[in-house]
């Protein structure tokens, strides 16, 4: 039996969701009619644009430096996202390299009409620090861990 919706710790994964122990909220919006289809779901590229930005946020946790996307992985919704759904975007770092950061990032969607969570989708991403002319650039920070920090 579903329970009654609940302000949950936004860094701490709720009962029956996949594990997101490791993960932080990066990102969490509320869908507008601009971004819906004739359907009334959400267009899948305005997830991809928040998975974009919620890889960036990860990646700003190791360095305050120009972050790039090089790579998404495959994404497949597995549920769509609808008119007025809360969206929460989970992040995590799952490898360094000298001048990039592979981020992972989970999607649910909290239906506006009962607050069920369901899962959306998730995908990796490659983002590489950059200079000022775009050549990718070394880095070396671990990411912050400040739970009520601000990326």
């Not at 009654?4 to 701490?12: E, G, Q």
């Not at 946020?57 to 919704?77: N, S």
Request: proline fraction near 7%.
């Amino acid at each position: 039996m579903p329970s009654s919706p609940t302000v949950a710790d936004p860094h701490i994964p709720e009962p029956g969701d996949a594990d997101l122990s490791t993960h932080r909220l990066a990102l969490r919006v509320v869908t507008m009619p601009k971004e819906t289809n004739q359907y009334g779901t959400i267009f899948g590229g305005v997830i991809l644009s928040y998975i974009d930005q919620a890889g960036f946020v990860q990646a700003r946790r190791h360095a305050c430096l120009r972050w790039v996307t090089v790579a998404i992985d495959r994404v497949e919704f597995k549920q769509p996202v609808q008119l007025g759904d809360v969206v929460d975007f989970y992040a995590r770092t799952v490898r360094t390299g000298r001048t990039s950061v592979t981020v992972e990032v989970d999607v649910f969607a909290e239906r506006y009409a009962s607050a069920q969570r369901v899962p959306v989708t998730s995908a990796t991403l490659v983002m590489v620090a950059v200079d000022e002319h775009g050549r990718s650039i070394p880095f070396a920070s671990a990411p912050s861990s400040s739970p009520n920090e601000v990326a």
